[in-house]
T-cell receptor, first 115, second 115 residues
Framework: KAGVTQTPRYLIKTRGQQVTLSCSPI?????VSWYQQTPGQGLQFLFE???????NKGNFPGRFSGRQFSNSRSEMNVSTLELGDSALYLC??????????????FGPGTRLTVL | DQQVKQNSPSLSVQEGRISILNCDYT??????FLWYKKYPAEGPTFLIS?????DKNEDGRFTVFLNKSAKHLSLHIVPSQPGDSAVYFC??????????????FGKGTLLTVNP
């Protein structure tokens, strides 16, 4: 079974631009979460989608947004890029069950550099 | 305010010896804890987890201990192998019995196992 895939793997943008990152979950996984990893802050939760609806949201400004499609694929968008947005953006997918925690499987990430 | 703390940014051990990675948390609502391992240019991979109703969970060379009163958990790797060299993240989740998929991560500890 294919793992979580993220595209592109690397991206360079300049301040003020916007960017869209894509995530394809493992087949059958309907929950997709996004995380930002930076050296100073570690891994921080951005948001989680299930059935095309955002269920959970972290403490990030409104410039960070996302969506999920009917096939569970997800995109995140960052508008008006700032230097501090340079980070590794990780997507994770999981099954959704009735009870208990379902393991999140991570993709390799998209390395975004803002110049 | 960082709710999950890994106070040691790095740890170096000799092959065959024990590696002990520590993690502290502040949120009493956390009821499920996980350790992830991350190699460069890859996403984190799940290693081992523990529910708050237990104080120990073992899986091969990996054991996680939970001390709820101290809000402290540790990961023991015995014996350590060079292939264990990676960044280890401690993570926690609250309401693991529901649909909360937000993982709160520590900043990670870089483990180096020397041959």
């Amino acid at each position: 079974k294919a793992g979580v895939t993220q595209t592109p793997r690397y991206l360079i943008k300049t301040r003020g631009q916007q960017v869209t990152l894509s995530c394809s979950p493992i087949s059958g996984h309907r929950s997709v979460s996004w995380y930002q990893q930076t050296p100073g802050q570690g891994l921080q939760f951005l948001f989680e989608y299930f059935s095309e609806t955002q269920r959970n949201k972290g403490n990030f400004p409104g410039r960070f947004s996302g969506r999920q499609f009917s096939n569970s694929r997800s995109e995140m968008n960052v508008s008006t890029l700032e230097l501090g947005d340079s980070a590794l953006y990780l997507c994770a997918s999981s099954l959704v069950g009735d009870q208990g925690y379902n393991e999140q499987f991570f993709g390799p990430g998209t390395r975004l550099t803002v110049l | 305010d960082q709710q999950v703390k890994q106070n040691s940014p790095s740890l170096s051990v000799q092959e065959g010896r024990i590696s002990i990675l520590n993690c502290d948390y502040t949120n009493s609502m956390f009821d499920y804890f996980l350790w992830y391992k991350k190699y460069p240019a890859e996403g984190p991979t799940f290693l081992i987890s523990i529910s708050s109703i237990k104080d120990k969970n073992e899986d091969g060379r990996f054991t996680v201990f939970l001390n709820k009163s101290a809000k402290h958990l540790s990961l023991h790797i015995v014996p350590s192998q060079p292939g264990d060299s990676a960044v280890y993240f401690c993570a926690a989740i609250s309401n693991s019995g529901g649909s909360n998929y937000k993982l709160t991560f520590g900043k990670g500890t870089l483990l180096t196992v020397n041959p």
